[in-house]
């Protein structure tokens, strides 16, 4: 069975600087999707970014980035140039990529502070 | 477009009452899924709906829930006779298909049940 691990319960980073959530996932499928989201306080769930595993190029979003290792089963997400709107819960998500599959399976998160 | 609408935000109930927890997808969404987050908890597989269909309720606890999808209305997750336990943020999300393109669900922003 898939695993998702973040082993980072919390993190703080000061605004306008760079920071790195870790991932790490466990899986002996070659074929999947990784997502990162975000939970504001507010609860809802936002998709931040996601990453297809057969692509070798990492996925960016204005400020956010991932380093995917795909032989480490790791995959980070970089928040650069922090925001105070960027403090919030992060999860990261692993997805099989079989045709009709559905399950996400979440890592237990880290919350990140951004401090002014 | 609104999107995945849950209600209520939040919900007290006493120990052996029952809970109702509505979710309304996204227009034109048929599929609809259920996660749990516990406290300090990833968001877990509850359900998989489509209309009318349960189509895969592995992640559901074997007593006290059940999960319905009618042709009209929005989708409903029942708990009866809540225990402690089952404290936590419900969340709903819902996809026009089996997401193909594996762009991520778009979640709602759930239900904290407190059972009190």
């Known amino acids: 069975a898939q695993t998702v691990t973040q082993s980072q319960p919390e993190m703080s980073v000061q605004e306008a600087e760079t920071v790195t959530l870790s991932c790490t996932y466990d899986?002996?499928?070659?074929?999947?999707?990784l997502f990162w989201y975000k939970q504001p306080p507010s609860r809802q769930m936002i998709l931040v970014i996601r990453q297809e595993a057969y692509k070798q190029q990492n996925a960016t979003e204005n400020r956010f980035s991932v380093n995917f290792q795909k032989a480490a089963k790791s995959f980070s997400l970089k928040i650069s140039d922090s925001q105070l709107g960027d403090a919030a819960m992060y999860f990261c998500?692993?997805?099989?990529?079989?045709?009709?599959?559905?399950?996400?399976?979440f890592g237990t998160g880290t919350r990140l502070k951004v401090l002014a | 477009n609104a999107g995945v609408m849950q209600n209520p935000r939040h919900l007290v109930r006493r120990r052996g009452q029952e809970a109702r927890l509505r979710c309304s997808p996204m227009?034109?969404?048929?599929?609809v899924y259920w996660y749990r987050q516990l406290p300090e908890e990833g968001l877990k597989f509850m359900v998989y709906?489509?209309?009318?269909?349960?189509?895969?309720e592995s992640g559901m606890p074997k007593e006290r829930f059940s999960a319905e999808f009618p042709k009209e209305g929005p989708s409903i997750l029942r708990i009866q006779q809540v225990v402690r336990g089952d404290s936590a943020a419900y969340f709903c999300?819902?996809?026009?298909?089996?997401?193909?393109?594996?762009?991520?669900?778009?979640f709602g922003s759930g239900t904290r049940l407190t059972v009190v």
């Open positions: 227009k034109g969404h048929s599929h």
């Open positions: 998500a692993y997805r099989t990529a079989t045709s009709g599959t559905y399950k996400y399976i």
């Open positions: 709906l489509q209309k009318e269909n349960i189509i895969d």
């Open positions: 899986t002996s499928e070659s074929d999947y999707y």
């Open positions: 999300a819902s996809s026009p298909l089996t997401d193909p393109h594996n762009y991520g669900y778009t």
